[in-house]
């Protein structure tokens, strides 16, 4: 049996989510209706395999082939600065087998990462001046 994973990134910033999965049959992204985009505007497969369920579910479907593929853009489904514990991914790596829980990561915002880094150099500043004493 080929390993399998359905990852999905969340941008609070604009709402939008980037999903990957690996040897999978079908995947859903899950909320709780807190999507506000319709799934026939996302840029998968063929439309008629995209499953969408009164904006509480967002996903590609169907067994034949397994899917694969990587880092596809879905767009903003949400608005943005969304709780991202609203969000869940799911899949199935064949018919009759188990549903698995996959990871929705969120990206920080350029603010964060700024503010992280700036701290650090300052913490190392203060050690600097600190350790010349």
Known sequence: ???????AEYNPAT??????????????LRSDGKF??????????????????NLNTVGEGGFGAAMSYSDVLL???TEPGTDASE??????????QPIQRGTVTVIPEPGTV?????GLLGLLLLRRRFAKR
């Open 114 to 118: 700024v503010m992280l880094i700036s």
């Open 15 to 28: 709402g939008e989510f980037t999903v990957s999965v690996e040897n999978v049959m079908s995947w859903t």
């Open 75 to 77: 767009g903003a489904l």
């Open 36 to 53: 506000t985009a319709a799934a026939d505007a996302l840029p998968l497969g063929d439309a008629a395999n995209l499953v969408s369920g």
């Open 87 to 96: 969000f869940s991914i799911e899949y199935v790596t064949g018919y009759g």
């Open 1 to 7: 049996m080929l390993p399998s994973r359905g990852t």
